[in-house]
């Protein structure tokens, strides 16, 4: 079965601590056509946005996280929306995983945490388009 969500109203959060990553990564996906994108500076502000969104009846998408931030890191972010309830939307959100350090460690941690990937910076539109096109063609996601 596919779902077909409309472009415009296909919705990301950008998760990261620094106000330049953020700006960076939601032009990226302003140039990959998207125009709904959300931002937070951490994961607790993230995870408070995501149940707001969640409620409100205009739910993200397709979550970006940087791993390293102070207050909630990335992987506590992901071990949060996973630990969810069975049914819980917010359980199953894509969470891709963008960091500065690709340790071989921390790849298979947010494997194991169920992360949609994992992206080394520094990265280009490509590989961000790729990774978000891959992640939805594998869960039935059109965005037309």
Request: a negative charge; aromatic letters at 6%; proline letters at 4%.
């Given at each position: 079965m596919v779902t077909t969500i409309k472009r415009e109203e296909f919705c990301f959060l950008v998760v990261d601590d620094f106000s330049t990553m953020r700006r960076?990564?939601?032009?990226?996906?302003?140039?990959?056509?998207?125009?709904?994108?959300?931002?937070?500076?951490?994961g607790k502000a993230a995870l408070r946005q995501l149940?707001?969104?969640?409620?409100?009846?205009?739910?993200?998408?397709?979550?970006?996280?940087?791993?390293?931030?102070?207050?909630?890191?990335?992987?506590?972010?992901?071990?949060a929306l996973r630990s969810k309830p069975e049914g819980n939307a917010l359980r199953t959100v894509p969470v891709l995983l963008v960091t500065a350090e690709g340790r071989k460690e921390d790849i298979i941690r947010a494997a194991q945490?169920?992360?949609?990937?994992?992206?080394?910076?520094?990265?280009?539109?490509?590989?961000?388009?790729?990774?978000?096109?891959?992640?939805?063609?594998?869960?039935?996601?059109?965005?037309?």
């Open positions: 960076i990564i939601s032009g990226l996906l302003r140039e990959l056509g998207f125009k709904k994108i959300l931002e937070a500076e951490d149940e707001l969104s969640a409620e409100s009846g205009e739910p993200v998408h397709f979550v970006l996280s940087d791993v390293n931030m102070p207050v909630m890191n990335g992987f506590q972010l992901l071990e945490l169920g992360a949609t990937g994992y992206i080394v910076k520094p990265f280009n539109k490509d590989t961000v388009g790729d990774k978000i096109h891959l992640t939805l063609k594998n869960r039935g996601i059109l965005v037309d």
